[in-house]
């Protein structure tokens, strides 16, 4: 019988590899050649749920390990109620500047950071596909500036996927004016540096000119200055596979310059989008008094319709958050997309990619909600394809509504 230790590389690291992380820990303390051997699988995914965490990984962790990293998740809360004092930016580029093979970087951030120093260090990350930033703090106390935002995800050099949630808009990119009086504003964000290609346009709209961008999520952020974001034919933009927009906990006078907005930004992804993820109604265009003139950038500005409206993007899959839109905003949703030659509409709990959640079966008032919430949904889908015209949603072929396990139902058209 061969021992553990005469197995070739090779089927060393694929049992490692099978392996759960508890087990991986258990076998990399038996000896030295086990322990260089589960490195890798130990530090492949790295989760830093807290500004302490993140202090003792940068201090502690050989430098060399990072290159072990494919995955790092960093949250910058405090948990200790005695303050330190230790730079949490010097801590993350210190990590980051080690992390040569880093695929994909999630930070949820809770206080600031320092972008002189910090966006520099996004340049080096050539292997970051997928960008997840959020501001995981009090947005009236801590704003999460989207000049901050936008200009690391523009320094990624190979970003195909990017999520953003809760970015407060700046004052430098948006006429006060024009922002309701309960949404937060970025207001000292100058400290921000030109980036090497955007220069000082980095609103939420220069995201769109990033070019190996495929897939674009905005989640819980006010987007009503873009009510006026357009874009001509143009083959040196990115092509959005997939764009998803949810709405955001501030109301506003005008819900119409929201719904405006919301309209533009899937405008603004033409001339096709794969999937169109919703978490938010759509309304058709209301005869508003436009809002006052906008500093948003330099690109809003460039392609701003000149010859009228462009016409919204052909999509192939429509989906739904029904724990965020309501049934009855169905018909409104329906009729502005009515032109995008949809073939496929699914709604759910959550974003397309979440998994039905499942309904514990002792739980019976879940199962009920969940079963109220289906008969809704149905209604309002039969009585929209019984209204709909000849010629109305022609390439339609299927809806599907799934609320948890055999909770749901399927129309093929």
Not at 170 to 194: G, K, T
Not at 313 to 341: F, K, N, Q, W, Y
Not at 366 to 380: F, G, N
């Amino acid at each position: 019988m061969c021992s553990w230790h005469s197995l070739p590389t090779e089927l060393l690291i694929d049992i490692v590899s099978r392996l759960p992380s508890s087990a991986v820990r258990a076998l990399a303390v038996t000896c030295r050649s086990s322990h260089s051997l589960c490195l890798p699988a130990i530090f492949a995914n790295v989760i830093l749920p807290s500004a302490e965490s993140l202090q003792a990984f940068a201090l502690h962790v050989p430098r060399h390990y990072g290159r072990y990293i494919l995955s790092l998740s960093v949250c910058t809360e405090r948990k200790s109620t005695h303050p330190e004092h230790f730079s949490l930016t010097d801590a993350l580029v210190t990590i980051l500047s080690a992390s040569s093979r880093l695929q994909s970087l999630a930070l949820s951030l809770a206080s600031p950071l320092d972008p002189p120093k910090l966006i520099p260090a996004f340049s080096h990350l050539k292997n970051v596909h997928t960008f997840d930033i959020r501001n995981c703090g009090l947005e009236e106390d801590t704003p999460l500036s989207e000049r901050l935002a936008v200009s690391l995800a523009a320094s990624l050099p190979s970003l195909t996927h990017l999520r953003l949630s809760r970015i407060s808009r700046s004052a430098a990119c948006v006429d006060l004016c024009d922002v309701p009086y309960n949404v937060p504003v970025a207001m000292h964000d100058f400290d921000v540096p030109p980036h090497p290609r955007l220069g000082t346009n980095l609103a939420l709209p220069s995201l769109l000119t990033i070019p190996t961008l495929r897939v674009l999520e905005i989640r819980d952020t006010w987007l009503g200055s873009d009510s006026r974001l357009d874009v001509n034919s143009d083959e040196s933009r990115p092509r959005i596979e997939k764009l998803l927009l949810t709405g955001n906990m501030y109301t506003s006078d005008n819900l119409a310059l929201d719904n405006d907005a919301y309209t533009a930004w899937i405008r603004a992804c033409g001339p096709s989008l794969n999937t169109l993820a919703l978490g938010t109604a759509l309304a058709p265009k209301a005869d508003v008094v436009p809002p006052s003139p906008s500093l948003v950038s330099h690109l809003e500005r460039e392609i701003s319709g000149k010859n009228g409206e462009a016409e919204l993007p052909r999509i192939s899959h429509l989906h739904v958050d029904a724990s965020l839109v309501t049934v009855d905003t169905l018909p409104s949703t329906m009729e502005v997309l009515s032109d995008c030659g949809i073939t496929r509409v699914t709604i759910s709990y959550g974003d397309d990619t979440s998994p039905p959640e499942p309904l514990d079966e002792e739980d019976d008032f879940t199962r009920e909600c969940a079963l109220d919430d289906l008969e809704e949904w149905r209604d309002a889908i039969e009585e929209f394809l019984q209204s709909l015209g000849s010629g109305q949603w022609h390439a339609l072929r299927r809806i599907d509504v799934t609320l948890g396990k055999d909770v749901r139902a399927t129309w093929e058209l």
